[in-house]
Nanobody, 127 residues
């Protein structure tokens, strides 16, 4: 059983920054890609960013490209999401997720490609 625990959310003014962390346990972290998703009130959960199992490839939704950076530290079993130049429309609950495929060769950007999820952390950006 994989456990994912997010932290780092909070309230920030537009233009500010936050760094989310997701600590993983329960299987060999370095063999699986990781992703970040978000869900705003009344909306479906949407893809934000993904990183390959090795950390060598990253992928972003167009809405966050150039502002957000996903990274991972396999020695610490942790994935990060650095969020800069935040906008009010970034307000959502952010979830980290673990890819269901061992050493996937391509990126995964849909929720059904991930089989473990964290509890979520709230990010609120005020205007």
């Amino acid at each position: 059983q994989v456990q994912l625990v997010e932290s780092g959310g909070g309230l920030v003014q537009a233009g500010g920054s936050l760094r989310l962390s997701c600590a993983a346990s329960g299987r060999t972290f370095s063999n699986y890609g990781m992703g970040w998703f978000r869900q705003a009130p009344g909306k479906e959960r949407e893809f934000v960013a993904a990183i390959s199992w090795s950390g060598g490839r990253t992928y972003y939704a167009d809405s966050v490209k150039g502002r957000f950076t996903i990274s991972r530290d396999n020695a610490k079993n942790t994935v990060y999401l650095q969020m800069n130049s935040l906008k009010p429309e970034d307000t959502a609950v952010y979830y980290c997720a673990a890819d269901r495929v061992y050493r996937r060769s391509w990126y995964a950007n849909s929720t059904d490609e991930y089989d473990y999820w964290g509890q979520g952390t709230q990010v609120t950006v005020s205007s």
